[in-house]
């Protein structure tokens, strides 16, 4: 079966300026992996391992210096694949109503005619769980998990089929944390949506992914399904992931 995602080769690498010479750091290098439709894959690694470079690339936010970013079907990356962020507050226009922003974006993709707008917004805060009331209000009038939420209902407006989640539970108190967790999943199962899902909290991939990709030093270390890879890992870093994890 054809993947939804397909990342062959990636090569990601920034300009650096050093003593009025310029060079080339490698942040992503030869990253290939796939997620399947349904599938929640998880992106695993320490800070400045690639995960977050490889994440923009695969939504078209970062430039790719070489190899293949392929997603299957038809339609424009821009709708198709939607990111989800750690912080949804600096992702959102502080001075503008919640249901205007969700809006502006069947806006933007030609979801539904202007008239059903607002319709369509009210029922996207519903399906992640917040009152018609949200519609109106400023985004400093939520909490860190409401937040999280209307991040989700925005990606979701665009009726993507890939959603990459960045680190998205990462500032959310456990149980608030798990709330969110299970939205994505009730998500995954009800619409179909596949998921990339990058974090460095083994306990979080251990209840969320099917398969996971570990990254270090922007190279990928080892990859395969997620019962497979707690019982047996294959590589040293992960193993000493692993026995972090489990203290």
Same mark, same amino acid.
């Given at each position: 079966?054809? +993947? ?12 650096? $300026? ?7 750091? $490698? ?21 400045? $391992? ?25 339609? +424009? ?9 750690? *912080? ?17 974006? !069947? #806006?933007?993709? #030609? ?12 029922? !996207? ?15 400093? #009038? ?13 990606? =979701? ?23 969110? =967790? ?18 460095? *909290? ?12 570990? !990254? ?24 000493? !992931?692993?026995? #972090?994890?489990?203290?």
């Amino acid at each position: 079966m054809t +993947p939804l995602l397909s990342v062959r080769n990636l090569h990601v690498s920034y300009p650096e $300026s050093r003593l009025f010479r310029r060079r080339w750091r $490698s942040i992503v290098k030869d990253v290939s992996l796939t997620v399947g439709n349904g599938e929640i894959v998880g992106l695993i690694g320490e800070s400045g $391992s690639g995960k977050s470079t490889i994440a923009r690339a695969v939504a078209g936010l970062a430039p790719v210096s070489s190899g293949e970013i392929e997603l299957a079907g038809s339609g +424009p990356r821009a709708r198709q694949v939607q990111m989800i962020f750690q *912080d949804p507050f600096a992702s959102l226009d502080p001075h503008m109503s919640v249901g205007r922003q969700i809006a502006e974006v !069947l #806006a933007i993709h #030609a979801i539904c005619a202007k008239d059903e707008r607002r319709t369509r917004t009210l029922a !996207l805060l519903a399906r992640v769980g917040l009152p018609a009331s949200a519609y109106g209000r400023l985004p400093h #009038a939520f909490s860190g998990g409401q937040r999280a939420r209307i991040g989700i209902a925005r990606a =979701l407006a665009a009726e993507p089929r890939l959603l990459i989640a960045d680190e998205a539970t990462a500032a959310l108190d456990v149980s608030v944390q798990a709330q969110v =967790l299970n939205l994505l999943m009730d998500l995954r199962d009800d619409l179909g949506l596949s998921l990339l899902f990058i974090t460095h *909290d083994l306990a979080v991939v251990g209840v969320l992914c099917d398969r996971a990709v570990v !990254l270090r030093h922007g190279e990928v270390v080892e990859q395969g399904t997620v019962a497979e890879m707690f019982a047996a890992p294959q590589n040293e870093y992960t193993k000493t !992931l692993l026995e #972090a994890h489990r203290g």
